[in-house]
């Protein structure tokens, strides 16, 4: 009789949820809000599952209570508990059929009627009116600030109300003082468990809703690589640490060959998936420290900490050899990459550092592709692409 109090004020302000159907495969797609559309029916979903747990807890409570007044002479009581243990198993039902707004309304009818009846019964020290207080952060949290406040002022005249009506009016089925301790216990430790749940809970989809907008934040929506913001902002991050003389930065920036074709003959799904493809490839030879982001359409960025131009090289050749033995894609076959690499010098920023690397990947594009080109240099020279294994 406790805890679907709790149950009934947490589904405030909430609204139907729709079926969810979740994808067999990663949807393809580029749009970053298509990906923070998909995090929120996955929140709905577990702020509905934790509204079940609740109401399973108040079936089980209702039980516990249905025995404890089996050894006390209230056989309404005892009634009225076994009615409550079977509002809940049919609420329950109905949360699981995904009538929501049905199992809402009655979440809310059962909880005031079953406090009140169960106060009327024991009288005031019996501690069911300790449940009123738990409507009190769901409403501010799940509501209008309007709404809110209405709620609010209801909630409190009835609490106000049935608190002068104890004081004149007797308790109707009085019970000895050590049941009535005992029940008052009772009701303050579940009133306890359910609080902390509901804190914690609150919590843990709080921590969740942070870490998904991190995610959105600094990550593109189709690969999972980095997105461009975050990696220029850890490539400036290595910049000073290289101005300070800490360790040697190199970039590189690898680009899909003819995937405006790819796009074109076989559509952009396909396309999609060449792009995640060479994700994944690329991702597989990718240190620790190292930064991987997609750096526009069909370009990747290196961000490669502690590394020297001839690191760069032999990398993004250890990446050209993954390529050569990944599985054809289905109706495109082999994807090659045309890399270009430089390194940050001193008193450069880091955007004239891309511009070299930039460079040095059209200069790749013209020498035929599927090639590792270093920044424009003497000693600068295309490197051969070798046959594919």
């Known amino acids: 009789m406790v805890s679907f109090n709790f149950a009934g004020i947490f589904v405030a302000g909430s609204e139907k949820l729709p079926e969810i159907k979740v994808p067999a495969k990663r949807r393809m797609t580029d749009s970053a809000e298509s990906v923070a559309a998909s995090a929120g029916p996955s929140r709905k979903r577990l702020f509905w599952d934790i509204v079940t747990s609740i109401v399973l807890a108040a079936s089980i409570g209702d039980l516990l209570l249905f025995i404890f007044f089996s050894f006390i002479p209230s056989a309404f009581q005892h009634a009225l508990n076994l009615t409550a243990f079977a509002v809940w198993t049919a609420i329950l039902l109905l949360l699981k059929r995904r009538y929501n707004r049905t199992a809402m309304v009655l979440i809310w009818v059962a909880s005031f009627t079953h406090t009140t009846i169960g106060t009327l019964l024991t009288g005031w020290d019996s501690g069911y009116y300790f449940y009123l207080v738990m409507f009190i952060p769901t409403i501010i949290i799940g509501t209008p600030t309007r709404i809110a406040y209405g709620l609010l002022g209801i909630l409190l ?66 690969t999972g690589l980095f997105n461009r913001r975050y990696a220029r902002e850890m490539a400036l991050r290595e910049v000073g640490l290289f101005e300070r003389g800490s360790r040697d930065v190199s970039y590189i920036i690898a680009d899909i060959d003819h995937f405006k074709m790819i796009n074109d003959q076989f559509g952009h799904q396909v396309g999609d998936m060449a792009l995640v493809a060479v994700s994944d490839a690329l991702r597989s030879v990718t240190r620790a420290q190292d930064v991987l982001a997609r750096w526009g359409g069909e370009e990747f960025l290196f961000v490669l900490p502690a590394t020297p131009r001839a690191g760069a090289v032999t990398l993004a050749n250890r990446v050209r050899d993954v390529l050569a033995r990944m599985d054809p894609i289905p109706g495109v076959g082999t994807v090659t990459l045309t890399f270009g690499i430089s390194s940050q010098r001193k008193k450069e920023t880091f955007d004239a550092a891309i511009v070299r690397a930039d460079k040095a990947l059209y200069d790749g594009k013209r020498a035929g592709r599927n090639c590792v080109v270093v920044e424009p240099e003497d000693d600068a020279m295309p490197v051969p692409a070798r046959a594919a294994h």
């Open 157 to 222: 005249a009835f609490y106000m109300t049935l608190f002068l009506v104890m004081q004149v009016v007797p308790p109707i089925q009085p019970i000895s003082h050590r049941a009535l301790c005992e029940l008052q216990v009772y009701n303050a430790c579940v009133l306890f468990v359910m609080i902390s749940y509901f804190v914690f809970m609150y919590h843990r989809l709080a921590t969740k809703s942070e870490q998904d907008l991190k995610r959105l934040a600094t990550t593109d929506a189709l």
